[in-house]
DNA sequence: GTGTTTGCAAAGTGTTTGCAATTTA
DNA sequence: TAAATTGCAAACACTTTGCAAACAC
């Protein structure tokens, strides 16, 4: 389902970024890309294109992931132990954490404010605020 | 500074948390509790306590540090990739952390507000809510 | 004395890097 | 064909673990 011809839409996405179209992050960008948002870790978006038969190593997958979230294609989030997250929503946006198995979801940028955040020590500047829900879910009965 | 005699209070602080009073428990705790809030890493305890005369091995400050933070006396941090942070603070608060620097600092538990949080997937319920607030210092002139 | 804790060294995870071979433009 | 990218294996940073010796109660 992937080693077929370029995506020309792809290609175009790949250029805007500043980045060669090579076979490998041409099939990464379409599984990433192909649909809504997307939590990954390198590990599972590796196992994501070799299961469509694209010879990809792992560590091109690490360069990559983080090639395209120099270029804003991609978000990384560091949110517990363990690998980084990597989200294909780029836009601003707070996570629920499910503390029982792991996954995250997207709270959607809409009402959720914080607010009365005291000015930074060291005259610094805010870069961004980052909220984390963290969410027991009940398991399976 | 520390070899001395063990101190009351900590030892029973150690015995009300359910832990043996062992010579290396004793030190760690002693210089984590002995300021206010502190931010520390296995490597940056286990550097302190060196300092100090006292010999442990890294190994048992990884594993102190989860027994107080299992008991309480401590709250894991993981921030960023890289090394996890212990927080003596337990209670209720949220983080500035300085990009440049890498140093975490405390938002006192005031007027921050955190509103407007959709009810959770799966109908999970809210454990906890963490806000880190990226600040990126001017650097030094 | 008995169960706990320690320290070491080895193993484990997740990630980065050096470099020759390959590929892209 | 010049410059960028890949893949491998080795190195890396941080953390956990197995187990015998040491220790607290």
Redesign the pocket.
């Known amino acids: 389902m992937l080693g077929g011809p370029p995506n020309p839409e792809i ?1 175009r996405t ?2 805007a970024a ?8 041409h099939a990464l960008a379409s599984v990433l890309l192909r649909h809504g948002n997307r939590h990954v ?3 599972t978006l590796h196992a994501e294109v070799r299961a469509e038969g694209v ?13 395209f979230t120099r270029a804003g294609l991609l978000r990384e989030l ?1 949110v517990e ?4 997250y990597f989200d294909t929503n780029t836009t601003p946006h707070h996570h629920f954490l499910d503390q029982r198995t792991g996954v995250l979801t997207d709270i959607p940028n809409g009402r959720l404010r914080v607010t009365g955040i005291p000015s930074p020590p060291e005259s610094g500047e805010i870069a961004g605020v980052e909220v984390i829900v963290r969410v027991h879910s009940g398991g399976p009965e």
């Not at 500043?18 to 992050?25: A, D, E, H, I």
Request: a positive charge.
């Open positions: 290609r790949l250029k500043g980045l060669r179209s090579t076979r490998q992050r870790t390198a590990e010879k990809v190593s792992l560590a091109t997958v690490y360069n990559t992931l983080h090639s560091m132990s363990g690998p980084s």
